[in-house]
Nanobody
Framework: EVQLVESGGALVQAGGSLRLSCRTS????????VGWFRQAPGKEGEGVAC????????YYADSVKGRFTISRDKAKNTVYLQMNRLKPEDTAVYYC?????????????????WGQGTQVTVSS
C-alpha cells in the first residue's frame, strides 16, 4: 500500500525557515517522482517542487526558486522540502504526492498518490 505522510508545518515569521518532511512507503524512488504542492484559500493549487525518479532531477516553481530545496533520503524513505526566506504568500496547506511519470511532472493530475497535507502559516 502506497502511503505519504507529511509533517513539519508550523506558524513562522516572515523571513524564517521550515523543513517539511514526507515519509513515504509502498514504492521506490527509483520508479516514482515525488512532488510538493500547495493550496492556499481562494487560490488555485500550485506545484512547488518535484524530484524525479532515478537520478533525482529537480524542478522548482518560479515563485520558490532560490528559496526552497527539495531532497530525498532513500535510507529514511523521506522527501524533504527545505523552505527558507519564507513570505506571507507561502502560507498554504502543503501536500506531497507520488507520480510514476518519467521526469519532473508538474501537473497534479499526473500524480496518483497524495498525503493528507500539513499547514504552513507565515506571519508578516
Amino acid at each position: 500500500e502506497v502511503q505519504l505522510v507529511e509533517s513539519g508545518g508550523a506558524l513562522v515569521q516572515a523571513g524564517g525557515s521550515l523543513r517539511l518532511s514526507c515519509r513515504t512507503s509502498g514504492f521506490s524512488y527509483e520508479h516514482y517522482a515525488v512532488g510538493w504542492f500547495r493550496q492556499a484559500p481562494g487560490k488555485e493549487g500550485e506545484g512547488v517542487a518535484c524530484i524525479s525518479s532515478g537520478l533525482g532531477d529537480t524542478y522548482y516553481a518560479d515563485s520558490v526558486k532560490g528559496r526552497f530545496t527539495i531532497s530525498r533520503d532513500k535510507a529514511k524513505n523521506t522527501v524533504y522540502l527545505q523552505m527558507n526566506r519564507l513570505k506571507p504568500e507561502d502560507t498554504a496547506v502543503y501536500y506531497c504526492a507520488a507520480s510514476a511519470r518519467i521526469g519532473t511532472p508538474t501537473d497534479g493530475n499526473e500524480y496518483s498518490y497524495w498525503g493528507q497535507g500539513t499547514q504552513v502559516t507565515v506571519s508578516s
